[in-house]
């Protein structure tokens, strides 16, 4: 079993920054890839970045390029998810998720393991 807690979320202006934390614990060694997922008001969950945990690969989604950064520190067990120039579009619960088979993906179903999620709230 492996245990993930987020936290970093809040009230937040349009413009501003905000980093995202996931702890993991438990059977941390068996996890390939860690992601991020969000879940807006009345949408469907959507997906938001991974990081290929043994080898530092990340990958992010097409449409955050560039505004959204994920990282790790391997020493603590911990994702991170870095939001640059925040809009109040991205007001959603954002979830960490891990997933321990090796392919990476983008689908939530994928991933074994959730967090209970983070409320991240832009205002205009």
């Known amino acids: 079993q492996v245990q993930l807690v987020e936290d970093g979320g809040g009230l937040v202006q349009a413009g501003d920054s905000l980093r995202l934390s996931c702890a993991a614990s438990?059977?941390?060694?068996?996890?390939?890839?860690m992601a991020w997922f969000r879940q807006a008001p009345g949408k469907e969950r959507e997906f938001v970045a991974s990081?290929?945990?043994?080898?530092?690969?990340?990958t992010v989604t097409d449409s955050e390029k560039g505004r959204f950064t994920v990282s790790r520190d391997s020493a603590k067990n911990t994702l991170y998810l870095q939001i640059d120039t925040l809009k109040p579009d991205d007001t959603a619960v954002y979830y960490c998720?891990?997933?321990?088979?090796?392919?990476?993906?983008?689908?939530?179903?994928?991933?074994?393991?959730w967090g209970h999620g983070t409320q991240v709230t832009v205002s205009s």
């Open positions: 990081l290929f945990w043994s080898q530092l690969s990340e």
């Open positions: 438990g059977h941390t060694l068996s996890v390939n890839h």
């Open positions: 998720a891990a997933r321990t088979y090796p392919r990476p993906s983008r689908q939530g179903a994928d991933y074994q393991y």
